[in-house]
């Protein structure tokens, strides 16, 4: 006969938190030995989430993106490049641009032209 389930670790479950549920036992232990407050064991639990969400994210997306394996940035021929995307590199490698919530590629801003346009038919 196994033993019972606690409930907390069923709503993780319904929650879709499988990480935190199937870690949860151990850090209860953990944290009862050590004295952690309640806190502490959210944060540690949540952290584990989001690293195992974060993981998970990137194997997809590498999936989907359907490069080999061997393909990595240190194995990039910058040569064989156009100057423009050379030029852009750096920042692309830096991902800056990504938490300024714009759209951009190598070959330049999307949406720019559009909002300058727009702003200039609204008369600003």
């Given at each position: 006969m196994s033993a019972p389930v606690d409930p907390t670790v069923m709503l993780m479950r319904s929650f879709c938190l499988a990480t935190m549920a199937g870690q949860y036992e151990e850090v209860?232990?953990?944290a009862e030995k050590e004295g952690?407050?309640?806190?502490?064991?959210?944060?540690?639990?949540?952290?584990?989430?989001?690293?195992?969400?974060?993981?998970?994210?990137?194997?997809r997306l590498l999936a989907e993106s359907g490069l080999p394996e061997?393909?990595?940035l240190s194995t990039l021929d910058e040569a064989m490049l156009p100057a423009r995307v050379r030029r852009q590199l750096p920042a692309l490698i830096e991902?800056?641009?990504v938490s300024g919530q714009s759209t951009c590629s190598p070959s330049g801003c999307l949406g720019g032209a559009r909002r300058?346009?727009?702003r200039r038919w609204a008369g600003n």
């Open positions: 209860m232990q953990r952690w407050s309640h806190r502490e064991v959210l944060r540690h639990l949540c952290e584990s989430e989001a690293v195992e969400r974060g993981q998970k994210r990137t194997a061997t393909k990595t991902g800056g641009f300058t346009s727009s």
